[in-house]
T-cell receptor, first 113, second 115 residues
Framework: EAQVTQNPRYLITVTGKKLTVTCSQN?????MSWYRQDPGLGLRQIYY???????DKGDVPEGYKVSRKEKRNFPLILESPSPNQTSLYFC????????????FGPGTRLLVL | AQKVTQAQTEISVVEKEDVTLDCVYE???????LFWYKQPPSGELVFLIR??????QNEISGRYSWNFQKSTSSFNFTITASQVVDSAVYFC????????????FGDGTTLTVKP
């Protein structure tokens, strides 16, 4: 089954404790992206990757890191989480670029205390 | 810079009513792509439609239809004979051909369909 998976789905953590949210897709898509969703703010793009070893900032990259060592994986790293990073996070993938239809993961709900 | 505006924050209708969700976009590109996604209460994001800037034909898919008007930079979404299962948050999104990786979403419209 074609899908984008994210782990964990839910996470409660404390300020400053490094965490990684994994994202994996099995569709051989070149493009992957991370978004955060906050009430009334829609989805805002954090980082995206056009292919392996190619990443770029979206609209809200501060406080986040990403890496793309393999085509199928695109982890999101919060080196020192803060309460303002409490949000719902979505990973997405598509063929080539963002102009193609993006397939979204189920979301990761993060609470930073 | 690209921008998407969904002016309607919340809409409430009674089942079987028709409802239109507005989407207005801003872009400097001549080539761009517009999308609609649905987010039901369960939380996942579901693709509904993709349209490129060169294709101004309106599209109908069952009870769903989309009206793309370049002259007014709008890409509106109409649900005919709404059903309770249509209750969801609907997002309009824009990607430019030049900013190949960038994707901009509107703030979403929450549609509630009452029985």
């Amino acid at each position: 089954e074609a899908q984008v998976t994210q782990n964990p789905r839910y996470l409660i953590t404390v300020t400053g404790k490094k965490l990684t949210v994994t994202c994996s897709q099995n569709m051989n898509h070149e493009y992957m992206s991370w978004y955060r969703q906050d009430p009334g703010l829609g989805l805002r793009q954090i980082y995206y990757s056009m292919n392996v070893e190619v990443t770029d900032k979206g609209d809200v990259p501060e406080g986040y890191k990403v890496s793309r060592k393999e085509k199928r994986n695109f982890p999101l790293i919060l080196e020192s989480p803060s309460p303002n990073q409490t949000s719902l996070y979505f990973c997405a993938s598509s063929r080539t670029e963002a102009k193609e239809t993006q397939y979204f993961g189920p979301g990761t709900r993060l609470l930073v205390l | 810079a690209q921008k998407v505006t969904q002016a309607q924050t919340e809409i409430s209708v009674v089942e079987k009513e028709d409802v239109t969700l507005d989407c207005v976009y801003e872009t400097r590109d001549t080539t761009y792509y517009l999308f609609w996604y649905k987010q039901p209460p369960s939380g996942e994001l579901v693709f509904l439609i993709r349209r490129n800037s060169f294709d101004e034909q309106n599209e109908i898919s069952g009870r769903y239809s989309w009206n793309f008007q370049k002259s007014t930079s709008s890409f509106n979404f109409t649900i005919t004979a709404s059903q309770v299962v249509d209750s969801a948050v609907y997002f309009c999104a824009l990607s430019e051909a030049e900013g190949a990786g960038k994707s901009t979403f509107g703030d979403g419209t929450t549609l509630t369909v009452k029985p």
